[in-house]
């Protein structure tokens, strides 16, 4: 099983940058696969990207490809969301999620943070 918990979200100005942090906990979590997700009101959970542990596989969505980078620090078991050039419509929700394979597909995930509030403001 894998336990996560995630910080690094906060109110911040279009064109500014946050670096979302997801540490990861449990017996077999470096053979996890890490995704983030976000949720604005009103709508569906969204994908934003996913790597495997190593970052040998990974994806982005394409709102966010060039801006949004997945890192990780094994020293802290920890995963990272780095957000450059924040935008209003990156205003949301975020989600850290582990499950067994690199997908798209929030359903996959059986795993999943807190959740920590993104906003971009003009």
């Known amino acids: 099983q894998v336990q996560l918990v995630e910080s690094g979200g906060g109110l911040v100005q279009a064109g500014a940058s946050l670096r979302l942090s997801c540490a990861a906990s449990g017996r077999t979590f470096s053979r996890y696969a890490m995704g983030w997700f976000r949720q604005a009101p009103g709508k569906e959970r969204e994908f934003v990207a996913a790597?495997?542990?190593?970052?040998?596989?990974?994806l982005y969505a394409d709102p966010v490809k060039g801006r949004f980078t997945m890192s990780r620090d094994n020293a802290k078991n920890t995963v990272y969301l780095q957000m450059n050039n924040l935008k209003l419509e990156d205003t949301a929700v975020y989600y850290c999620a582990a499950g067994g394979v690199v997908l798209r597909t929030y359903k996959e995930y059986p795993y999943w943070g807190q959740g920590t509030q993104v906003t971009v403001s003009s």
């Open positions: 790597s495997s542990w190593t970052l040998s596989t990974t």
